[in-house]
């Protein structure tokens, strides 16, 4: 029924246009049919308990040693950093590490801890990042009562993106972070067809709500897009800071 041209019955005209764009748009998103998925969802098994791996994950670090991961130097060579009481930490100097897989689209756990004992500020405490493809980071930082620029501090995409909240613990202690990732997309000549996404729950917080990241995280220049493969390695900053990690797993989505 069209809308009247004055008042009707109690309803204005604007009213009246509202209700019948809401009712147009409502059966835009019923497409006929009721959906109808014909293949059933693969089974996994969760881990058996709250942050542990689910039986289709692979684990890249469960406190044992670096197998997974090689030096971001060189990556042919091995992963140069410690593995002490089931955690493995920076060893300042060394550069960053990498896993040996590549990796597109993504769920990622990962578990981290800055030095108990408070040294610096800002930038310079208990810094390093967790690098999807080997280029988009999401900053690990101590920001447990500690002020930087709000999109570097922890749970932000570095530089372009602060955490919807601040959800940190104290120094010393075992904070996570889990992160669904999607990958750019580029054609053949480079141009970029799709911009990687990112969702993160920082200690079960959500801090970014499927953010759209607008390049590499540069920390010195704007954000830019430069094709690269399709998958990458993971990697970890050493930024010098003796910051600990454990219990690593991820899902492949694509
Ligand atoms: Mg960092």
Redesign the pocket.
Known sequence: MPCPTRAFRGISLAACLLTMTAVTVAQERVPGQMPNPTKAPPAVTPGATPGSPPSDAIVLFDGSDLSQWASQKDSKAAAPWTVADSAMQVKPGTGGIQTRRAFGDVQLHIEWATPDLVKGEGQGRG???VFLMNTY?V???DSYENTTYFHGQAGAV?KQHKPLVNASRKPGEWQTYDIVFRAPAFDEDGKLLKRATFTVFHNGVLVQDHVEVMGVTAHDRPPYYEKHAPKLPLSL?D?GDLVKFRNIWIRELD
Do not use: D, I, P
Request: glycine share 10%; aromatic share 10%.
């Open positions: 810094n390093s990042g980071e900053q690990v930082l570095y900053q930024h």
